[in-house]
C-alpha cells in the first residue's frame, strides 16, 4: 500500500475499511485513485462475492463440482480427508479468490460546465 501512498493514489474514503469489506474479506481487495481534478467523486462502491453466483458453496454446487475435483489436494500430497472444505479451496483454483471490485463515480458535472460558459457566478439564478 505503501507503493501506491507514496505515489500520491489514495483510497477514497467512500470505499474505505469497513464500508465495503466484511471480517472475511481481504484488505488488498480495495481501489485506490490518483486525481488531480476537484470535480472527480466517488459516491460509493464495494465487493462482489462471485461465489453467490457461481461454486456456491451449497450442497447443489458441491455435488455438481466434486467430480472435476482431483482426489488429492496438489499442494498437500496427500488425499483429502474432508471433501467438503477441500472444495472451497478447490473453488479458488477455478475462478479467483480476489473478489472482483467495483465503484460509482461522480460524473454529473453539468453546473460546472454551464457556470463556466455561462460565466454566471456559481450561486446566480439560472434561466430555465
Do not use: C
Amino acid at each position: 500500500m505503501s507503493a501506491l501512498t507514496d505515489h500520491g493514489f489514495a483510497v477514497p474514503d467512500a470505499i474505505d475499511g469497513d464500508k465495503v469489506r466484511t471480517d472475511t474479506d481481504h484488505y488488498y481487495d480495495q481501489i485506490a485513485t490518483r486525481v488531480k481534478d476537484p470535480l472527480f467523486t466517488v459516491l460509493g462502491g464495494g465487493l462482489y462475492d462471485i461465489y453467490s453466483e457461481v461454486f456456491r458453496d451449497h450442497d447443489d454446487d458441491f455435488a455438481i463440482y466434486q467430480g472435476h475435483m482431483p482426489k488429492k489436494d496438489p499442494e498437500a500430497n496427500n488425499p483429502e480427508k474432508n471433501r467438503r472444505s477441500y472444495y472451497k479451496k478447490w473453488r479458488t483454483w477455478q475462478m479467483s479468490d480476489h473478489k472482483p471490485l467495483w465503484i460509482a463515480v461522480g460524473t454529473d458535472y453539468a453546473d460546472n460546465y454551464i457556470t463556466g460558459i455561462t460565466k454566471l457566478p456559481p450561486d446566480a439564478k439560472r434561466p430555465l
